[in-house]
């Protein structure tokens, strides 16, 4: 098939690339590598199924595809507060722009939405039929908001062109080739570990995170896309093994053989207490599960970032 992967040069896109021309496709990867990196997909350049372009995907899109994963986007709070308003953009207008694509060539189309459309939840561990609990107008609503509305954009595509498009509602994910600097726990944590400086926790470290490693969610995305009766369908594909930051902080330190100690400061604004997915939707439609233990995907991330962080024998 061929296959259009929008922020194929970013974290998750970069593997998605990957995994699609390992079962023979085209891909035609789209990405104006505003957060992301051509250097995640160095590798596959050479690849004669592979083609790279730099494109913002608010501009007009018009490509040959069979298939089109709609990626692109901001997803750390880092990335998304320094671009607020491109992350609004091509949440609604990129996704609209996708949209028309998919309809124009009858392809199939995924979006990938974020659990963060459940806001700070009020029930747990979410289902799907959880509509959410949003600060429409905190800093993180530029991300949460223009994800909720791209979700409201594909499910009229559904109902009013027919197209075969299915959401997917991803839950925090971690693995090679995410972006050192982005704020988020996992790169955070093994950063100051590996660096044996201090762990930085906000709150007490009681709250929760349960975290997906990324071979696990690209085999959800592709299961969600190419799975029979999934148009119209919504699945939350994350890891439901819940666990404390503070369990994760002293795992880490352990991993990384760290002298680093931790720091404990304020809360952040309108970060949740806890978020968990039920993933019972995703069994059942898809027969699909995270297979790699919590310990198996950390000691391949530390591995990772071992070869990114410049110098670090001489640190370590
Ligand atoms: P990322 O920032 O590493 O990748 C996103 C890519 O989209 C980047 O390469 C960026 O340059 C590109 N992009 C942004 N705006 C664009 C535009 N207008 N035109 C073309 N390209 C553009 O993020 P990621 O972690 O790989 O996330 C991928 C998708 O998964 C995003 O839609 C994100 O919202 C979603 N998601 C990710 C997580 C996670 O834990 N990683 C969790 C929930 C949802």
Redesign the pocket.
Known sequence: MKIVV??G?????SHLCKRLLDEGHTVLC???????STRNIDALRTHPNFQFIQ????EPFDYEADAIFH??????PI?YMEHPI?TIL?NTQ?THRMLEAARKNNARFLV?S??EIYGDPLVHPQTESYWGNVNPIGPRACYDES?RLGETLTMEFVRQYNVNARIVR????YGPNS?IHDGRMIPNFITQALKNEPLVIYGDGSRTRSICYVSDLIDGLMRAMFSENTQGEVFNLGNPNEHTVLDYAHEIIKLCNSRSNILFEPVRVDDPERRRPDITKARRVLGWEPRIEKEEGLRQTIAWFKTQIPNLSSVL
Do not use: R, Y
């Open positions: 929008t922020g040069a970013g974290f998750v896109g789209a990405d104006n590598c505003i957060t992301g494109h913002d995907v608010t990626m692109a986007s901001p997803a750390s990335g491109e091509v990129g990938s974020t659990s994800k991803i839950f925090n994910t972006q």
